[in-house]
């Protein structure tokens, strides 16, 4: 029922920034608590980021003073902004409505010299 479509990923190098975004398209957005994830090569899918409808974040410890999680209820879209990437932030990010699943395609971040 959820239309996830995840843009915004890129090559970039050690120390660059990126912003993702996510733009759902369903019902009740402005309800869920949104999070984002991501796939690296070899590795399970983890959680990076959270944000509740009530505005609550939660960030997993690698990330954290370096990525932000943000929404915008009236435009339904979720963003993550990464900062002082680093090579083991490469991975697929996925954005994902939490307690109703669904997954996009995801969008590519690689950071490499």
């Known amino acids: 029922q959820v239309q996830l479509v995840e843009s915004g990923g890129d090559l970039v190098q050690p120390g660059g920034s990126l912003r993702l975004s996510c733009a759902a398209s369903?019902?009740?957005?402005?309800?869920?608590?949104v999070g984002w994830y991501r796939q690296a090569p070899g590795k399970q899918r983890e959680l990076v980021a959270t944000?509740?409808?009530?505005?609550?974040?939660h960030y997993t410890d690698s990330v954290k003073g370096r990525f932000t999680i943000s929404r915008d209820n009236a435009k339904n879209t979720m963003y993550l902004q990464m900062n002082s990437l680093k090579p083991e932030d490469t991975a697929v990010y996925y954005c994902?409505?939490?307690?109703?699943?669904?997954w996009g395609q995801g969008t590519q971040v690689t950071v490499s010299s």
């Open positions: 369903g019902r009740l957005f402005s309800n869920y608590a």
């Open positions: 994902r409505l939490i307690g109703i699943g669904g």
């Open positions: 944000l509740t409808s009530g505005g609550t974040t």
